[in-house]
């Protein structure tokens, strides 16, 4: 019998590309644990799915995980299929464009296929509590690179 884990994941950037960060909630039980971390220069796409990639990467063992994000990108990405079908046309989406990303993909569609990952939906900025929480986490990680940078000037 599998564990089971809930994850809550946000993505937040100034600018796009910019100083970005993501942050994470993990519970198993009555256990929780937050994560949180950025880059200086990134997107708001790579943060939502650094989140996921770095929240599932803590789990020791397979596990059934619900992870909630408020990122359709992430969402749509995994329970639509796109990314395996970008993957199995060479990166390259229905228009024939590169995809974006490709790195972070590969890596959460391992992660998805050593865990049981129920992806859903929230919408952002909408009272839930754990995605606020969240959101939280990643803008004040993305901030220290903005008040470092202003610090520097």
């Known amino acids: 019998m599998l564990k089971y884990v809930e994850i809550f994941t946000d993505g937040a950037c100034?600018?796009?590309?910019?100083?970005?960060?993501?942050?994470?909630?993990?519970?198993?039980g009555n256990?929780?644990?937050?994560?949180?971390?950025?880059?200086?220069?990134t997107t708001n796409n790579r943060m939502e799915l650094t989140a996921a990639?770095?929240?599932l990467s803590?789990?020791?063992e397979p596990c059934r995980v619900t992870l909630t994000t408020d990122?359709?990108?992430v969402c749509d990405g995994m329970n639509l299929g796109w990314a395996r079908t970008w993957r199995s046309n060479g990166w390259r989406k229905a228009d024939k464009k590169p995809a974006q990303n490709t790195e972070l993909w590969?890596?959460?569609?391992?992660l998805d296929g050593y865990?049981?990952?129920t992806f859903v939906w929230v919408r952002g900025h909408n009272g839930h509590p754990e995605n606020e929480r969240c959101d939280k986490l990643a803008v004040e990680f993305y901030r220290q690179f903005k008040e470092t940078k202003e610090d520097e000037k």
């Open 14 to 28: 100034s600018g796009n590309p910019g100083p970005g960060g993501w942050g994470a909630v993990l519970r198993y």
């Open 31 to 41: 256990r929780e644990k937050e994560i949180s971390g950025g880059e200086q220069n």
């Open 53 to 55: 990639i770095e929240a």
């Open 58 to 60: 803590l789990l020791k």
């Open 71 to 73: 990122s359709k990108y």
């Open 106 to 110: 590969e890596k959460l569609l391992e």
């Open 115 to 117: 865990h049981e990952i």
